[in-house]
């Protein structure tokens, strides 16, 4: 499975971003991770085309993940951006089903996308 991300870009704090992710075929699950300069890789969040949206704590109430009707894009609508939120976001899926207590694991995906850049500024 191929992933392409699209949607990144610069921002103010408060203002808003859409992701994309395109699959070219079928998967499981589909996510989001972030990774700031120096930082770990970290799980933002992840679809479950079977039901079930999960999110990093850090982002709820703010991002919303949502799929195409065929299954193969996914959407990461982000509000109220802040300084914090800036990273290069990654694209990530699977095929395997697994319990959700391992969402946020990056080795729970085997598939990753080249990576969109989010900047916000103050």
């Known amino acids: 499975v191929q992933l392409q991300a699209s949607g990144g870009g610069k921002v103010q704090a408060g203002e808003s971003l859409t992701l994309s992710c395109v699959a070219s075929?079928?998967?499981?699950?589909m996510a989001w991770f972030r990774q700031a300069p120096g930082k770990p890789r970290e799980f933002v969040g992840t679809?479950?085309?079977?039901?079930?949206?999960y999110y990093a704590e850090s982002v709820k109430g703010r991002f919303t993940l949502s799929g195409d009707s065929a299954k193969t894009t996914l959407y990461l609508q982000m509000n109220n951006l802040k300084p914090e939120d800036t990273a290069r976001y990654y694209c990530?899926?699977?095929?395997?089903?697994?319990?959700?207590?391992?969402?946020?694991?990056?080795?729970?995906?085997?598939?990753w996308g080249q990576g969109t850049q989010v900047t916000v500024s103050s």
């Open positions: 990530a899926a699977d095929r395997t089903p697994r319990p959700p207590q391992y969402n946020d694991y990056a080795e729970s995906y085997d598939y």
């Open positions: 075929g079928r998967t499981f699950s």
């Open positions: 679809i479950m085309w079977s039901g079930g949206t």
